[in-house]
């Protein structure tokens, strides 16, 4: 016979029959009905053990229908629980109860309760809330509690927890224990998990995996070694062979979704019972195949991205099969996968799983939410891969991978750094070179100072000193005056040629007024004395432009020597000067009326040598006439201001 004890009390499934019949049950010989709750059962040749959620433990006559309480309570132990869910026989006279206050022992012979106290320091079970128990061959205990994980009990009564897995076996609702090596333990949120009780390394199964529900009420194996596994939302099949799961829901003949803790039993037929939330489930595991064995497949439905351009969402709903491959900017990085499988039995309780290669490290389990959001991700490339498990819990046959790549912002990226590193190179380079060129013209510049000052008044000073030695050696008289006149003369000039000089390099006089002020003071000065009239034009010349000052010094010093060459050798009464700037051109005309000297030639010696030597100087061509007068020509080409 089959007992089972429910809300509405204790039933009775006789041989042969497959019916279920109430049982009319005393206590003191007086009737009662569904007032017991029975949680646990366990048979014990005439008697029935009873765990009960309101009384707490208690036996019942098979013979009689008599409901005994245990009658040796010395410890009023009876009145220190009220719930028990854990039976438990130890050995032929013994039995261990789990109750909401701790660990109980009941003698049969004795018919006496006492509460189990160990004898070891450490951890205290004494007041732990116990929802089920399971033993080894080798006497070991097993304990599942609401709150304290997983407990082991030795055969000395040394109580340990198993802290390999405590961290997600906190509210334990059931254990089976398969064999002397592996023990199952059912959770309330966390799913199932299967423990090799030698190593204490556990395997975790959940809707991740494909069971039907992270709560598990029962677990039991059939005859062929496949598990059943009820749960709070479904009934689940492990294949043992595949490692697969298959998900039973109220469709498919189940009296409710929703099952009770402990309540399954395998007969000796191998029939497994099964309590649920509207009544009892029975079944030859053998009988029971899924229909629909093919597994389904997960496809992309909606995409959408982000456009910084348009500043809105761009949606795509169709030709999404074909899209592999996506790229984004490092600010546009939102996008948005919507999945769906062609599997519409149940599809409310199709479950998603995904992960993305370069930033997870393993699977991200979703559930039944099918959409995945990704915003801001890093600069990089990534796989992504989505996976699904429908109702029944078919992995599906294909898993979807999109390439997706973010590139980097633009100042992080390598030819940006490179660019920046040649940038530097050349600006130190162009800070090194200014720096050598300015130190080369400070050099190029004391040595004109020191050539200028050695051509233009080292010979005038040696002529000084030439003379004050005349007039040291005693000459007098009317030679003494003229030498004394020539020493003035020569000084005067010594002090001109130093302030051309000083002009020539003062900053201050770059601009081409300056220049022609200079020209117009150095005419004057020496033609003005011999009587020679000076004409001076200037034409299409902003007095206020800027002139380089190398031009500036090589134009004053070709018209110095053409001043010098019209006094000393022309003859002429009028000098004529033109400065004009025409388009791209300077040109300086130097002409006078002078006649032609046959004894003293301009266009002879040091003196023209060193004018087109300075005309070469600017890009600029000088032509001389001296054969009624003198006349120069200097044009300077593709001249322009400074």
């Keep these: 016979d089959i007992y089972i004890g429910g809300y509405s009390g204790l039933f009775k499934i006789k041989a042969g029959s497959g019916k279920p019949e109430q049982v009319r049950t005393t206590v003191n010989h007086v009737p009662v009905v569904n007032a017991y709750y029975p949680f646990r059962l366990v048979d014990d040749a005439g008697y029935l053990w009873i765990a009960s959620e309101v009384k707490g433990f208690y036996r019942f006559n098979k013979k009689t229908s008599e409901l005994e309480f245990p009658p040796n309570d010395p410890g009023g132990h009876k009145k220190k629980f009220v719930s028990s869910f854990g039976l438990m026989e130890n050995g032929r006279d013994t039995i261990w109860i789990g109750t909401n206050n701790g660990l109980f022992i009941y003698q049969k012979k004795r018919a006496l309760l006492s509460k189990f106290i160990s004898p070891h320091a450490g951890l205290n079970i004494s007041n732990v809330e116990i929802t089920d128990l399971a033993r080894n061959a080798d006497a070991r205990l097993w304990i599942g509690t609401r709150s304290t994980g997983l407990l082991k009990l030795s055969k000395d009564g040394l109580a340990e927890t198993i802290k390999e897995v405590s961290g997600r076996l906190n509210f334990i609702t059931c254990l089976y224990a398969e064999n002397d090596s592996i023990l199952w333990a059912g959770t309330r949120g966390n799913g199932v998990v299967r423990l090799n009780t030698g190593t204490l390394k556990g395997t975790f199964y959940t809707k991740k995996e494909g069971l039907a529900d992270n709560s598990v009420a029962s677990i ?23 490692g697969k799961f298959e998900n039973y829901y109220e469709r498919d003949g189940l009296t409710d979704n929703e099952f009770n803790m402990a309540a399954c039993l395998k007969a000796k037929d191998g029939k497994i019972y099964l309590g649920g939330l509207n009544g009892l489930n029975a079944f030859y595991p053998g009988q029971i195949r899924k229909e629909n064995k093919t597994r389904p497949s997960v496809f992309l439905t909606k995409l959408l991205t982000y456009s910084r351009r348009k500043n809105n969402l761009i949606e795509q709903s169709g030709d999404l099969a074909d899209l592999k491959n996506f790229h984004f900017a490092v600010n546009d990085s939102y ?11 149940n599809p409310l309780k199709n479950t998603y799983s995904y992960m993305l290669e370069g930033y997870d490290k393993g699977w991200n389990f979703i559930g039944t939410r099918n959409t995945i959001q990704f915003n801001g991700l890093p600069a990089g490339t990534y796989r992504l891969l989505v996976k ?30 490179l660019l920046l590193c040649l940038f530097c190179i050349l600006i130190t380079y162009a800070i090194m070179r200014y720096k050598s060129s300015q130190k080369l013209k400070l050099q190029k510049l004391r040595t004109k100072i020191s050539s200028d000052l050695h051509d233009e008044v080292g010979g005038l000073l040696t002529r000084i000193s030439i003379q004050a030695e005349l007039i040291k050696k005693g000459i007098s008289g009317e030679n003494a005056t003229e030498e004394i006149g020539k020493i003035a003369d020569t000084s005067r000039q010594a002090t001109r040629a130093m302030n051309d000089v000083l002009w020539s390099i003062d900053a201050r006089n770059d601009k081409i007024g300056s220049l022609i002020d200079r020209m117009r003071e150095h005419a004057g000065e020496i033609l003005f004395p011999l009587e020679i009239e000076v004409n001076f034009t200037v034409k299409g010349i902003d007095p206020e432009k800027e002139i380089d000052s190398v031009i500036r010094r090589n134009i004053f010093l070709i018209f110095k020597e053409a001043v010098n060459n019209i006094a000393k050798h022309s003859g002429a009464s009028t000098a004529s000067i033109l400065i004009e ?10 002409e006078d009326d002078g006649k032609e000297n046959k004894k003293s030639k301009p266009g002879n010696g040091q003196g023209l040598s060193n004018m087109k030597m300075r005309a ?3 890009n600029g061509e000088l032509n001389i006439v001296s054969r009624q007068g003198y006349k120069l020509l200097l044009n300077i080409k593709k001249f322009s201001w400074a």
Excluded at 581 to 590: W, Y
């Design 388 to 417: 699904g498990v429908n109702s029944e819990g078919l992995v599906t046959q294909n898993q979807l991978l999109y390439n997706i790549t973010v590139s980097e912002i633009f100042y992080k990226t390598g030819w940006f750094l």
């Design 581 to 590: 700037k025409r388009q791209e051109e300077l040109i300086l005309i130097m």
């Design 220 to 242: 039991i194996r059939d005859n062929e070694g496949n598990y059943w596994i009820a749960t709070f939302n479904g009934l689940s099949r492990l294949n043992r062979h595949t």
């Design 335 to 345: 996008c948005s996968f919507t999945f769906s499988m062609n599997d519409y039995y």
């Design 616 to 618: 070469h100087a600017i």
